[in-house]
């Protein structure tokens, strides 16, 4: 594999990306995977993941490790572009500390080694009214690990806070009934800028921000405008 700073020059003449991803085993993750590897302008894909993939692919690159040995999986992390799609709920990881582990500590050190190892830009997929100082526990925990990102030495990072996403096949209740009362507020006209987002949108969405000079906070209608028009 290339060094960044070679990946760099070489992608000026070719806008060919290198990328590394961590959350591919959720659904925004798996369609991101999924993309990049149907994208042309992408050679190499590295994913970090906790069990073997039932996928190979020419440009696709897996790496099996324990999240809790930073030290044996932290220097695989090159590369152009960070994607960082991992996160859980309360209810799977068992208490807040432990998803504030999953969601705010992995995604912290695997972006302190990619900033390290000179990969220039890191995409972020976070919640919708993150903030470090807010009362509750999840838009808190999303909102430090925001700021954490900010303080390291990325020449880009580019935040999404998406709506409700609409993932296929959730398992989850409390995600499922929202889509609905949402896009019921949506038939009558309000809310349009909240509509639930496909996770295939979300995609699309955190392809773009890798490769137009996205920077910066997205959420909302702003959001949206990054997808494909079909899509909006």
């Known amino acids: 594999m290339t060094s960044a700073g070679s990946a760099d020059r070489t992608n000026e003449k ?11 085993h959720g659904r925004v993750g798996r369609d991101l995977v999924e993309q990049l ?3 042309g302008r992408w050679e190499r894909v590295d994913v970090a993941v906790r069990r ?3 996928v190979e692919h020419e440009k696709l690159r897996v790496h099996v490790v324990d999240f ?11 590369g152009d572009v960070l994607f960082i799609c991992i996160g859980t709920t309360r209810k799977a990881a068992g208490s807040e500390a432990a998803q504030w582990h999953v969601d705010v500590d992995y995604p912290l050190e695997a972006a302190q080694a990619a900033a390290a190892h000179g990969v220039k830009t890191c995409v972020l997929v976070s919640a919708a009214m993150a903030d470090a100082d807010s009362r509750w526990f999840y838009p808190r925990m999303k909102g430090e690990l925001e700021e954490r990102l900010r303080a390291l030495p990325f020449e880009r990072l580019a935040i999404a806070r998406p709506p409700v996403l609409e993932r296929r096949g959730s398992d989850r209740p409390g995600e499922r009934l929202w889509v609905k009362v949402v896009k019921a507020f949506n038939v009558l006209g309000l809310l349009r800028a909240q509509r639930p987002m496909p996770t295939a949108v979300l995609a699309q969405v955190l392809r ?25």
């Open 37 to 39: 590897l149907a994208d």
């Open 68 to 78: 809790d040995e930073p030290e044996a999986w932290t220097p695989l992390v090159t």
């Open 52 to 54: 073997p993939l039932a």
């Open 14 to 24: 070719t806008n060919a990306y290198e990328s590394f991803c961590i959350g591919r």
């Open 208 to 232: 773009r921000m890798a490769t137009e000079g996205v920077a910066g906070v997205r959420e909302g209608a702003a959001l949206w405008a990054l997808a494909e028009p079909a899509s909006r």
